[in-house]
């Protein structure tokens, strides 16, 4: 039975790129406070494209045009999904830790709805995953609890600076 399932998907999966056309923007979502340029709708578009697929993509647009907001408002677009009853979990967003005040005060800015956790420092023991839309995290921190976190069922999974994984030594 699992192998015929699996033969279902990987068919409908062929005919949806035998008939793709291309790269459509997205929409903005309605939770977000602002208004995404044409370009950064056209990234959103980028990943939905990539999550239709199941496939990992890189977001490298040029510094400073808006990737953080670009990515909350496809993290909205998750937790408006998540509200509407689908069973989605949190996503991660792993940063320097010099950023993680930016992306919590650029995540109360554009999009208010999103819960937030701060999951950094000393006092991240116990904590409901379940109950956030957004775990922030360091790198350090990623380390440091690659075990308890190994086994949640992240939605999206975000690495600002990424350069920080180049390479198996980093």
């Known amino acids: 039975q699992p192998e ?3 033969d279902e998907t990987f068919a409908q999966v062929r005919e949806q790129l035998r008939s793709f056309q291309g790269v459509e ?3 903005q979502p309605a939770g977000f406070v ?8 056209d990234g959103m578009g980028w990943m939905e494209f990539l999550r239709r697929f199941s496939f990992g993509g890189c977001l490298a647009d040029d510094m400073g045009v808006g990737k953080t907001p670009q990515v909350l408002a496809l993290l909205e677009t998750r937790r408006e999904l998540r509200a509407a009853g689908e069973p989605l979990g949190p996503s991660l967003v792993v940063v320097p830790k010099s950023l993680v005040f930016n992306w ?4 109360a800015r554009f999009t208010p ?13 116990g904590t409901d995953f379940s109950a956030h839309d957004v775990i922030v995290t360091t790198y350090g921190t990623l380390r440091r609890d690659a075990l ?5 069922a992240f939605d999206y999974i975000v690495l ?8 198996a030594g980093t």
């Open 4 to 6: 015929a399932r699996c």
């Open 25 to 27: 923007p997205a929409s």
């Open 34 to 41: 602002g208004q995404l340029r044409d370009y950064q709708r």
């Open 104 to 107: 919590k005060q650029e995540a």
């Open 113 to 125: 709805e999103l819960r937030v956790l701060d999951y950094t420092g000393m006092a991240r023991n």
């Open 148 to 152: 308890r976190l190994k086994d949640v």
């Open 160 to 167: 600002d600076e990424a350069q920080a994984v180049k390479n």
